[in-house]
């Protein structure tokens, strides 16, 4: 049977966790796989996954590894992470021979909330500078808006309305 | 260069992640994977992997890949989750082909013990009797003592004591 990948991207800030976890829930046969939770398999050794480009391959390759396993046991599958278009679009190369569709929704809101969100976590783990520059990094590597989902007019307990554009749209469909 | 695997197993309330953890940040170049985490990255559909088979041999296989996307990445690898005897051997026939050392250790206390630790859990993750269930399976399981580490006398700030004897003795290796 044909199995779903969601690839809930965007820069830190969007409430990709709320979203996906929320996505995670209404699907019959679901799993879901935190892009940071796997970038942090390993541990010493290791590098940031924007800088290390060592550290990026592992992630992915461990991220894929466990995708093929999830169709393999026929599971639906959401992936919560900054995926960049190109990361996309390696994805759906591996993923071939693989029957599948790809949804790839960016989940996007304007420079001044993502800063606001950001000074609303706690110090230990504010990005800063670093949440601004991954904004920019998603502008520069946009072609198009095909997958692109505004969720700046959402209110936090509107998650369901985001979930279901996300379910009811073939527009973030890349595959 | 030759990697080393260190399955760090034993029934519920042994000490398993505080031990891995401390374990991990000992090695130079590490990584650490959470039995339980990957066993909950299926969500709607799943079983308990120690009652529904499906759901045991997903979350052995995604291991499994994890391991061997480690290992190519030279990373040593510390898995923290119930591991009985028969997993373990079924982790080294998968493995065989791979330069790796497997050291597997059964940390083991008494059960009052056991059933002590798990009384100061917060109510929504204590196990009950599954924690004294796990510990006869393990006593059942076993056939020799050779990877058994009895950590009874040893208090909580004596891990590194606990993790001195893994790393400095070869009884543990099974490969």
Redesign the interface.
């Known amino acids: 049977m044909q199995r779903t990948i969601y690839i809930i991207s965007g820069p830190a800030g969007v409430g990709k966790s709320t979203t996906s976890k929320r996505l995670?829930?209404r699907?019959?046969?679901?799993?879901?796989?935190s892009g940071d939770?796997v970038s942090h398999?390993?541990?010493?050794?290791?590098g940031k996954p924007w800088l290390c480009k060592?550290t990026h391959d592992?992630t992915w390759?461990?991220i894929l590894?466990?995708i093929?396993?999830?169709i393999s046991?026929n599971?639906d599958i959401v992936i919560d992470y900054v995926t960049f278009p190109s990361e996309a679009r390696w994805l759906v190369k591996e993923l071939k021979y693989s029957d599948v569709r790809i949804h790839y929704i960016i989940l996007m809101v304007d420079k001044e909330t993502i800063i606001h969100r950001d000074s609303l976590r706690a110090p230990s783990v504010q990005m800063g500078e670093r949440s601004v520059v991954l904004l920019n990094e998603f502008n520069d590597e946009l072609n198009d808006f095909n997958n692109v989902l505004d969720t700046q007019e959402f209110t936090a307990d509107q998650v369901d309305l985001v979930v279901n554009e996300i379910l009811n749209s073939n527009r973030f469909l890349i595959n």
Do not use: Q
């Open positions: 995670v829930e699907l019959d046969r679901s799993s879901y796989i939770d398999i390993p541990v010493n050794g290791r060592e592992l390759k461990n590894s466990l093929k396993n999830l046991y599971y």
